[in-house]
């Protein structure tokens, strides 16, 4: 009985105290707002920056996509080959930068909600394993975003130890956390079907586009 009475007792003075000292943290001298902001604003400019990648691999897919439907015509095997597998390189690029600016946009989105809500140990945490899954994925397709997006993590991990310092809390940042790792998937999923959804048939090298057999 004692047990239970201290368990409830602990509860309902952490619970609030908690609460009222993150969104103290947000609000107030310690100036969380304007790093937050900082960092959707430097996420916002990346994912601009994808949006003007994605349109640049779109305009080599149209050129090679019509480069290999002449050699099939053709029946130039050789050339056929080698434009398709130039084609599905870039699309493997193209899906890369399709799922790294949605699981970005899911985030940012989140970041911008968090200057009003305080709730920084369910987007904050997984924000930062997002941006260095992402970081990795892009630094075959983008290397040149490695540097801005290990910057905003950094920002982001130094938001986490400041609250830490004055809430007296230590948060847990699983680089790959079960909502990290949701988030990402969901991007994988949506990137999947817009590609299905908006990419041509790459031709078959043996024979011509026309053929129905």
Avoid: C
Wanted: proline share 3%; aromatic share 4%.
């Amino acid at each position: 009985m004692s047990s239970s009475k201290f368990e409830k007792g602990w509860k309902t003075e952490e619970k609030e105290p908690f609460g009222k000292m993150v969104r103290e943290t947000v609000r107030g001298p310690q100036a969380m707002r304007p790093q937050i902001q900082k960092a959707t604003q430097q996420l916002g400019n990346e994912i601009t920056r994808l949006d003007q990648a994605m349109g640049r691999l779109k305009q080599r897919e149209n050129s090679i996509f019509k480069k290999t439907v002449t050699a099939v015509q053709a029946h130039d095997q050789e050339s056929s080959k080698a434009y398709s597998n130039e084609l599905a390189e870039v699309r493997k690029m193209e899906k890369i930068v399709t799922q790294s600016r949605i699981a970005l946009e899911q985030i940012n989105t989140r970041l911008q909600t968090v200057t009003e809500i305080g709730d920084f140990a369910s987007t904050i945490a997984p924000a930062i394993g997002v941006i260095k899954n992402v970081r990795a994925t892009l630094g075959e397709a983008m290397p040149d975003a490695q540097g801005t997006l290990g910057e905003i993590g950094a920002q982001l991990n130094s938001i986490m130890v400041d609250v830490g310092q004055i809430t007296g809390t230590t948060f847990y940042q699983a680089e790959n956390s079960e909502e990290a790792n949701r988030i990402l998937a969901e991007a994988s999923a949506v990137a999947e079907k817009r590609m299905a959804d908006s990419l041509p048939e790459v031709p078959n090298t043996g024979q011509s586009i026309f053929t129905s057999e």
